[in-house]
Nanobody
Framework: QVQLVESGGGLVQPGGSLRLSCAASGFIFSNYAMNWVRQAPGKGFELVSA????????TYADSVKGRFTISRDNVVNTLYLQMNSLKPEDTAVYYCARYYSANYGGSYGSRGQGTQVTVSS
């Protein structure tokens, strides 16, 4: 079955950086688009970024554009999110999820357990 395990979260000061990882198993990783979504305390889910199956196309929420970079390594079946210039409003639980096709834009399935990112001085 699809298994997604996020890691790399933590406590960081404003302006700092973190790199999140999502280890995927149970499916052919290189066949599917992936995304990162986040949920801040008391708020709904926000799509942060998405990447197509071969990594050739990406998209970002306006709130993170220019600060976050999504990437993937289809050899080691891992999705990444490099987060720079972090702000307190980036505080959230970050999840990775798999789309049902090679391209993003449609629906996506189950998330992993998430990794907490806290941006605070």
């Amino acid at each position: 079955q699809v298994q997604l395990v996020e890691s790399g979260g933590g406590l960081v000061q404003p302006g700092g950086s973190l790199r999140l990882s999502c280890a995927a198993s149970g499916f052919i990783f290189s066949n599917y688009a992936m995304n990162w979504v986040r949920q801040a305390p008391g708020k709904g889910f926000e799509l942060v970024s998405a990447i197509n199956s071969d990594g050739g196309r990406t998209t970002y929420a306006d709130s993170v554009k220019g600060r976050f970079t999504i990437s993937r390594d289809n050899v080691v079946n891992t999705l990444y999110l490099q987060m720079n210039s972090l702000k307190p409003e980036d505080t959230a639980v970050y999840y990775c999820a798999r789309y049902y096709s090679a391209n993003y834009g449609g629906s996506y399935g189950s998330r992993g357990q998430g990794t907490q990112v806290t941006v605070s001085s």
